[in-house]
């Protein structure tokens, strides 16, 4: 999703925002998601584990030099997510805690636990949100307008794209390896931390493994305005069909 600097290009968007995609271009769209979600496991089993719960080991590059980290991230629907990691800096490790619940979020840093502002929790719910539409078990509902953004090469191999756009929210681009299937990219547009600056969020998953009758990504690679944000692996993936309240409970 490009930012468009330019009139002519504006006016174009307008345009493109205003006029339906072609029946047959949605068509083409929702055929590439139903081969990815066959490739990812299929509808069925998609729907019956939405809960995931991932412990990974990576480095953040996102203040310039790498910071090891570690941490274990879960997910249930487009407005639950628990995020506990923990980073190294300046010699010390320093837990961080993120939690959303619908209309509630918490972080707590250390020992130190606040309620998340409004645009905090705002922007939380939507990352979260981006995250669940990668998951692809709920593009089937009918609030999901999907359209093809074209062929692109990714770590040399061809790639086919759908924009996935739902009102209230910003478009995702999922990017479907070709042949296999499977997510290689997600792309959305996400606003940075402290700043509250928009850039360009690209994550590309790899190396899948079969969890449970599902394809789960065991690397990821993460990059905000094409340069490197974070890189890591999952250590261990675990689905779950519900999890328990308390998972998602104040801190």
């Known amino acids: 999703m490009s930012q468009f600097r330019h009139a002519v290009l504006a006016f174009g968007f307008v345009i493109a925002a205003t006029v339906p995609a072609r029946a047959d271009d949605a068509a083409d769209a929702r055929a590439l998601v139903e081969k990815a979600v066959k490739a990812h496991g299929g509808q069925e089993k998609l729907d019956k584990l ?25 997910t249930q629907g487009p ?69 093809t953004v074209g062929e692109i ?10 924009k996935v756009s739902s009102k209230g929210h910003r478009d995702v681009d999922l990017y479907f390896d070709k042949e296999t299937g499977l997510l290689v990219k997600s792309e959305s547009r996400v606003k940075e931390e402290g700043s509250g600056q928009e850039v360009t969020e690209e994550s590309f998953p790899s190396e899948y493994k079969e969890i449970q009758g599902t394809k789960q990504a065991m690397k990821f690679t993460v990059k905000r305005n094409g340069k490197l944000y974070m890189e890591g692996e999952s250590t261990d993936v675990q689905l779950a069909e519900k999890l328990d309240a308390s998972t998602f409970a104040k801190p």
């Open 153 to 162: 090469m990714i770590e040399k191999r061809p790639a086919l794209g759908v």
């Open 50 to 74: 939405p809960a995931i719960t991932v412990k990974f080991k990576g480095t953040f590059h996102g203040m310039g030099d790498g910071i090891p980290m570690t941490g274990e991230v879960t």
């Open 79 to 147: 407005d639950q997510q628990r995020i506990d990691i923990e980073v190294e800096a300046g010699g010390q490790k320093i837990p961080i805690l993120i939690v959303v619940d619908g209309d509630k979020g918490w972080s707590k840093i250390a020992k130190d636990t606040n309620e998340l502002g409004k645009d905090e929790l705002g922007e939380a719910k939507e990352q979260a949100y981006a995250g669940w539409v990668a998951t692809l078990a709920p593009l089937k509902g009918k609030q999901f307008k999907l359209a």
